[in-house]
T-cell receptor
Framework: GIQVEQSPPDLILQEGANSTLRCNFS?????LQWFHQNPWGQLINLFY???GTKQNGRLSATTVATERYSLLYISSSQTTDSGVYFC?????????FGQGTRLTINP | DGGITQSPKYLFRKEGQNVTLSCEQN?????MYWYRQDPGQGLRLIYY???????QKGDIAEGYSVSREKKESFPLTVTSAQKNPTAFYLC????????????FGEGSRLTVL
């Protein structure tokens, strides 16, 4: 089945810094989503981005489907950005998740 | 408000007991899913359903059962056959059988004593 790898596994930054999270996938995909899991465990939808570039405030994402990767950019990080960021892709009719990047923003 | 409601949020169970987790959505989505998350890990698919009265096993279906009698509801039963049931369980739904954008409930945390 399709494999999803996220990097880095852990990232610790100071408030105000910028960060780039990467998601590589092993096969062509129909859909790709980025999620933020908050400290209470809830998964918040960030982007639904099978291809192209989208921006939402301080966050933006780019998916290059032909090269099988997606990037999530977070600018001017805030402590509330802390948590785990998951990339998920659709292979054969089901969404497959990466292992996540744990982001810690220190004040 | 439209969304996905999971209950209970926290559940304790003795070994050997079955337990059923509820998932209800009012988004008019066709597809619903159950995922399991262990500490520090990603999400693994247990079961999914693309239409009423039909469902398929995911990657870790052993020890679990589901039903889809109504479009809005997709309950998950954790049976006594599940060897290590303590985990965080997440229900999700999407508008398309081919996986439109996925939306999640708040999760149910099951602890087996």
């Amino acid at each position: 089945g399709i494999q999803v790898e996220q990097s880095p596994p852990d990232l610790i930054l100071q408030e105000g810094a910028n960060s780039t999270l990467r998601c590589n996938f092993s096969d062509s995909v129909n859909n790709l989503q980025w999620f933020h899991q908050n400290p209470w465990g809830q998964l918040i939808n960030l982007f639904y981005i099978p291809s192209g570039t989208k921006q939402n405030g301080r966050l933006s994402a780019t998916t290059v489907a032909t090269e099988r990767y997606s990037l999530l950019y977070i600018s001017s990080s805030q402590t509330t950005d802390s948590g785990v960021y998951f990339c998920a892709v659709t292979g054969a009719q089901k969404l497959v998740f990466g292992q996540g990047t744990r982001l810690t923003i220190n004040p | 408000d439209g969304g996905i409601t999971q209950s209970p949020k926290y559940l304790f169970r003795k070994e050997g007991q079955n337990v059923t987790l509820s998932c209800e959505q009012n988004l008019n989505h066709d597809a619903m899913y159950w995922y399991r998350q262990d500490p520090g890990q990603g999400l693994r698919l247990i079961y999914y359903s693309q239409i009423v009265n039909d469902f398929q096993k995911g990657d870790i279906a052993e020890g679990y059962s589901v039903s889809r009698e109504k479009k809005e509801s997709f309950p998950l039963t954790v049976t006594s056959a599940q060897k290590n049931p303590t985990a965080f369980y997440l229900c999700a739904s999407s508008g398309g059988a081919g996986h439109g954008e996925l939306f999640f409930g708040e999760g149910s945390r099951l602890t087996v004593l």
